[in-house]
């Protein structure tokens, strides 16, 4: 037997190998369903607890129907976040106050996503954090706690047009930047005028 032969016969066998385990999958996927379904039709308390966790999952679809936001109380804010040593640029230690990390300003504006607050971040609709603190070896970007307080007010009284911080939303975006002490960058400065032909800076409170 040559070795070329050998090895279609390895590959063949290897092949039916494959074959009756997928059969064997394929047939015991179809029991496992057969049982469900027969459990399903015969217990009542059984079909009661699915339907239940079921529903849990179900999503009311109203018009014009948007999910009420819970704002932390300054209590929470205190709980949430936590004190830490604020550096400058050159590493010296400037005080020690109580910061928020940028997830936990998600947490506390109405638990909104934070790969949503990054993607507003990187739009140039919300402030960056703007101060540096050590969490352990790393240094990392937080927000002052008086200024998050300042910003949960802001969305409390903001009207949102659309699903949440919108470009056109101007007077929100620049309130939440002076609150923080920033100023809006170059990028939402040019979309704002492909927008809105308007100069931000006439813009007050």
């Known amino acids: 037997m040559t070795e070329d032969t050998e090895q279609i016969i390895n590959e063949s066998r290897a092949e039916d190998r494959e074959s009756k385990k997928r059969d064997y999958s394929t047939a015991w996927w179809k029991a496992r369903n057969e049982r469900r379904k027969l459990r399903y039709a015969m217990d009542a308390d059984h079909r009661m607890k699915v339907n239940r966790l079921n529903q849990m999952c179900y999503t009311k679809t109203v ?7 819970v704002f932390a109380t300054p209590t929470q ?3 949430i976040g936590k004190e830490r040593e604020i550096f400058s640029a050159d590493g010296s230690v400037i005080d020690k106050i109580h910061t928020m990390t940028q997830q936990e300003v998600s947490r506390a ?12 971040i990187r739009q140039g609709k ?5 101060l540096y603190a050590m969490n352990g070896l790393r ?14 007010e ?7 047009r659309g699903a949440g911080l919108q470009f056109k939303d101007i007077e929100t975006v620049s309130k939440l930047f ?3 002490g920033q100023e809006p960058n170059e990028k939402y400065r040019e979309l704002l005028q492909q927008l809105k032909p308007q100069n931000f800076d006439h813009i007050r409170d």
């Open 63 to 69: 018009k014009h129907s948007r999910r009420r936001r």
């Open 139 to 152: 240094k990392i970007r937080v927000y002052a706690t008086t200024a998050v307080k300042g910003i949960i």
């Open 178 to 180: 002076r609150v923080t």
């Open 126 to 130: 919300f402030p960056r954090p703007n």
């Open 109 to 120: 504006i109405g638990g909104y996503h934070t790969i949503v607050v990054a993607r507003w």
């Open 77 to 79: 804010l205190d709980s």
């Open 154 to 160: 802001i969305f409390k009284r903001a009207k949102f």
